[in-house]
């Protein structure tokens, strides 16, 4: 009887990822695996004939030959008659359900990535915007230099491990799962310490507190973070050491809110100043610039400054500052200037809303309202 497709029987296309095909046959194998289907002859073919398609179509190798030539290509292999070969099929059912727990299958000891770390930068708006070299200090985990991180006392070294043959894994059988679970005599290491280095006790790594240079660069803002590659923890059994991240906090400062590149301000003025106009002084972070107020400017009033803000780090264009005056009220007059300011505000009176159009506006406003809630 002639054999059918592959691909047809995984139900894949023959553009199909090595994901696709995975999950293909994991989807057939759960559905006609003979523990599952002890009553049904059928079933059991179906699952054989799903795992040899998988076992050639997982394979880049036979996979390619298999497109060219069809089953001839693959007639004799292991696999090609519905064999597995030395991988066994408990290997590669566990290849396909490994992730499903976490493991897959390893040819040695595990390895272990260090922790990233995480560090708190505060910097003054000035710095932030202008960039500079920080130095940092960051305790850390790094590996012990008695024992080069292997754990085992100076002039010995870890034995392999008697519970996993070094392999760093075990494997449980659980029903038809084949489930590879870390081994929990070498915590995955694969070997074990017969004697525990003097300095670090057979961990491997020491805490030390290490010195860091840290390139700012100009225009960042707060919650940015840098990246510093392995200057995290040190790994295990060899393992790559973890990442720094550098989180950047602006401390507020005493004139400028930012918000992105643009700075905001308040500036105050006095009445005269609002009433007949006139000139201030006014900082930016590159220096002072007048600011020109037009007579008869209502306190509240922003004026924009056009490339007077800051630069972010991904954009060289700069910002615009929006300086907000603020008429600030006199205080603490003396009798004259009370005197004074009565017969100012006489004249303004009278003048009506010559002199005052938005509170005759206001006073206009209020007196409809009555009359409307009167009716």
């Known amino acids: 009887m002639a054999k059918r497709d592959y691909y047809e029987v995984l139900g894949v296309s023959k553009s199909a990822t090595a994901d696709e095909i995975k999950k293909a046959y994991r989807r057939l194998a759960m559905k006609f695996h003979p523990d599952r289907n002890t009553d049904d002859a059928e079933a059991g073919s179906k699952f054989k004939e799903a795992r040899e398609a998988y076992e050639i179509l997982s394979d880049a190798d036979k996979r390619s030959a298999y497109n060219q030539f069809g089953h001839d290509a693959v007639r004799g292999r292991p696999g090609g008659h519905g064999g597995f070969g030395a991988e ?4 590669i059912f566990g290849d396909v359900f490994g992730d499903i727990f976490g493991s897959g299958r390893r040819g040695g000891s595990q390895v272990f990535r260090g922790a990233d770390l995480g560090y708190e930068l505060k910097l003054d708006l000035e710095t932030a915007v202008r960039g500079d070299n920080a130095t940092i200090e960051v305790p850390t985990q790094v590996a012990c230099d008695s024992c080069g991180g292997s754990g085992a006392r100076k002039g010995t070294q870890p ?16 029903g038809f799962f084949s489930i590879q679970q870390t081994c929990p005599a070498c915590k995955g290491a694969g070997s074990q310490i017969a004697q525990s280095c003097d300095k670090c006790h057979g961990r491997g790594r020491v805490r030390k507190t290490k010195t860091l240079s840290v390139k700012v660069p100009p225009g960042v803002d707060d919650g940015d973070r840098i990246r510093l590659s392995g200057e995290g923890e040190a790994g295990r059994n060899g393992g ?6 550098v989180e950047i906090r602006v401390n507020a400062h005493i004139l400028f809110k930012r918000d992105g590149a643009d700075l905001s301000c308040e500036v105050p003025i006095s ?7 006139g ?17 008869g400017t209502q306190s509240g009033k922003t004026f924009r400054l056009r490339g007077k803000g800051v630069t972010m780090v991904r954009d060289p264009r700069k910002g615009d500052l929006f300086a907000q005056v603020s008429v600030e009220t006199p205080v603490n007059l003396t009798s004259e200037q009370r005197e004074l300011l009565k017969k100012f505000d006489k004249t303004v009176r009278a003048g009506g809303d010559k002199h005052s159009p938005r509170a005759d506006s206001w006073f206009d406003t209020v007196k409809r309202f009555f009359e409307r809630i009167g009716q």
Do not use: I
């Not at 790559?240 to 991240?245: K, Q, R, V």
């Open 88 to 91: 066994g099929f408990g290997d």
């Open 159 to 174: 034995v392999q491990c008697t519970t996993c043959g070094g392999v760093g894994q075990v494997r449980m059988q659980q």
């Open 240 to 245: 790559p050491a973890g990442d720094l991240y």
């Open 271 to 277: 009445f005269a100043t609002a009433t007949l106009g």
């Open 279 to 295: 000139e201030v002084e006014l900082p930016t972070l590159d220096g002072n610039v007048v600011l020109k107020v037009p007579d």
